[in-house]
């Protein structure tokens, strides 16, 4: 099931082998590519003495954040989003470096360069990661496998940088396969295959699945892609409300998404799930720093500014609340975007119930990279 090297997947849409569907005509052929450890791969490769190091890259003050981790630094538990004195305190001799956009957006277009050689349907996610509709073989290749493999050698030849590939007939499971063989892996998923993929896998692999959802559902029974599976539609929906639908299809390995170009972003956010609930304003207001340093960044990074920030918070009831202020001018600066984020929260509290999730958004925007959906990462994260 998890090939790194057979051309089995074939990019005319024909599956090979025993294990070929009768039938798998119109089906995709999806690529997602997903760089590893980017920023940090980045901050080692072009500093010789951070080479085999633990490496964050983030700030290491009192409220600074992880916004990324090296290898090195990940066997130590260290994490994307934590704070960088919980991250020092597991690893000692963590070595901080402030984030370089400029330097992450240049290599990023490199990467583009090499998808785009491949094919015209490429669906950045951020700066690391994108989905490839390779269905239409531009090149004659012959399997979208051997696409995958080209282009992350490719990419080792021309940045230095390792990329990890998930080939399948689908986005979902194109990117679940991704993160099946990182570092510096290759997965394929053929088709026939992804009901039986997705069901040995835990539910926490599952986009959109926090800690929080994972325990919820531990309670409720359910484990692994194979329990999701074995609950009908109405089970998820009264448990799950609309989030219910996702996993129904998911569990199937069922995803019609098709890989989209040339679209308007929404919004720029991150949001964060928490270990443990939260509901005391002090640690709502520390975790709101936390989130505001990272997304600003993410904004920053794309040279965005909007005039819609929104407060995301998610109680351990799975109830949403949202509240939202958009003004005439733009929010160019993070002073005024934390400003208005930090009023945002102060006219909430207090909140009914503690939270699990909380999530932060500027929207209206002008000026970001072309891409429909909105750009939200998991401070978690992804």
């Known amino acids: 099931m998890a090939i790194d090297t057979d051309d089995h997947f074939r990019s005319d849409g024909a599956a090979d082998g025993p294990d070929a569907d009768h039938d798998n005509s119109g089906l995709r052929k999806i690529i997602h590519v997903d760089m590893d450890a980017f920023f940090a791969s980045v901050e080692q490769r072009d500093d010789p003495n951070l080479r085999g190091k633990p490496v964050a890259v983030g700030g290491s003050s009192g409220r600074g954040v992880v916004a990324a981790a090296s290898y090195e630094a990940r066997r130590f538990g260290v994490k994307s989003a934590m704070p960088s004195v919980t991250a020092k305190r597991l690893c ?24 785009n050689h491949h094919t015209p349907l490429v669906e950045p996610l951020s700066l690391d990661e994108a989905f490839l509709d390779v269905t239409a073989d531009q090149h004659g290749i012959g399997t979208a496998t051997r696409i995958a493999q080209l282009i992350r050698k490719s990419i080792r030849e021309q940045t230095q940088l390792t990329a990890s590939a998930g080939v399948s007939y689908n986005k979902f ?17 053929r088709p026939g295959e992804g009901a039986q993929f997705v069901a040995q896998l835990p539910v926490r692999r599952f986009h959109g699945v926090g800690p929080r959802g994972a325990e919820k559902m531990a309670r409720l029974g359910v484990e692994t892609g194979a329990d999701l599976a074995a609950k009908d539609r109405q089970w998820l929906a009264a448990n799950f409300g609309s989030f219910g639908d996702y996993l129904f299809r998911a569990a199937r390995g069922i995803d019609l998404r098709p890989v989209r170009t040339n679209r308007i972003r929404k919004s720029i956010g991150g949001e964060r799930t928490f270990g443990e609930d939260i509901g005391s304003p002090p640690a709502l207001r520390e975790a709101l720093e936390r989130i505001i340093d990272i997304v600003w960044d993410r904004i920053a990074g794309k040279e965005a500014r909007g005039r819609t920030v929104t407060l995301k918070m998610k109680c351990n009831d799975f109830q949403l609340v949202t509240r939202a202020r958009s003004g005439s001018a733009w929010v160019e600066s993070k002073t005024e975007f934390a400003r208005i984020a930090r009023d ?39």
């Open 173 to 189: 499971l194109a990117k679940l396969a991704s993160d099946q063989n990182k570092p510096d892996g290759i997965c394929v998923i």
């Open 344 to 382: 945002i929260l102060e006219e909430s509290l207090p909140l009914p119930l503690p939270i699990r999730l909380m999530g932060l958004t500027l929207s209206n925007l002008e000026g970001a990279e072309a891409s429909e959906e909105k750009d939200t990462a998991q401070l978690s994260l992804l």
């Open 92 to 115: 000692p001799d963590l070595i901080f470096c402030k984030s370089r956009f400029d330097v992450y957006r240049e290599v990023s277009s490199q990467i583009r360069a090499i998808f």
